[in-house]
């Protein structure tokens, strides 16, 4: 696995952190906010591509146009997997990757509900490898929580935190572990944000390089852009 070299990471950490974006809306219904994200190229560390809680049944021509059209202005497209925290079957998931790899052409995979426990590891190792053999040049596991950090060296970047603003603005100092690892292998995922929360602020400073921060609320959160972009026009 090849990373930045650490005076490329030094200068990145002064930036404001990169957006990873979870649109989970048919471009059909919502094709400002997908033409937004388009614009917004330079500020996207990466979009997750979900037709159907992962790529469907068959291959929707909206999202392979998108995707086409992120992927021709830089932005890394990750297909979504859900992994039930490694109760979903490895042949199952390695199909999603492949049918959004030979459907939309994705260049990344954003692997959902992954364990956090070490004893899975051994288990993500193989995802890992085959997500890697699928064409995934970035990879994304998604615990929602610190995990155990062998994980750190199976995947690109780490969401350890996914949940509400209010658990997000109350959360704990993060483990030792990760002042090891540059902030960019880092994302924090925040939905029901109230306008003018700090969370890019929080994310900065708890050291995570990568965030999303939307408004959305209830079992859906996912169907709205980050304030960031909101505020871009």
């Given amino acids: 696995m090849t990373y930045e070299t650490h005076e490329t990471h030094e200068t990145q950490e002064k ?11 048919h471009p059909a219904d919502r094709p400002e906010a997908w033409e937004r994200l388009i614009r917004s190229a330079g500020r996207l560390h990466s979009v997750v591509l979900n037709p159907d809680n992962g790529p469907g049944a068959a291959p929707d021509e909206r999202f392979a146009v998108v995707a086409e059209r ?29 049918r959004h790899r030979d459907w939309y052409a994705t260049d990344g995979a954003f692997l959902d509900q992954a364990s956090a426990d070490p004893e899975l590891l051994p288990h993500y190792g193989r995802l890992a490898v085959a997500a890697r053999a699928a064409g995934a040049r ?3 596991l998604n615990h929602g929580v610190h995990p155990h950090p062998g994980y750190a060296e199976l995947a690109d970047l780490l969401v350890t935190f ?3 603003w209010d658990a997000y603005r109350d959360a704990t100092a993060v483990p030792p572990w990760t ?6 292998r880092f994302c924090h995922l925040v939905y029901a944000v109230p306008p003018g929360a700090p969370a890019a602020e929080l ?14 609320t209830g079992a859906h959160p996912w169907g709205t852009l980050p304030y960031a972009l909101e505020a871009a026009g």
């Fill in 179 to 184: 002042a090891d690892h540059p902030a960019q």
């Fill in 162 to 164: 996914e949940g509400p």
């Fill in 138 to 140: 970035t990879l994304v």
């Fill in 15 to 25: 930036k404001d952190p990169m957006l990873l974006v979870p649109l989970y809306e």
């Fill in 70 to 98: 992120l992927r021709e202005a830089g932005v890394p497209v990750l297909g979504y997997a859900d992994t039930d925290y490694g109760r979903r079957p490895h042949a199952a998931v390695v199909q999603d990757l492949l």
């Fill in 203 to 216: 994310a900065e400073e708890r050291r995570a390089g990568v965030h999303c921060a939307v408004p959305g």
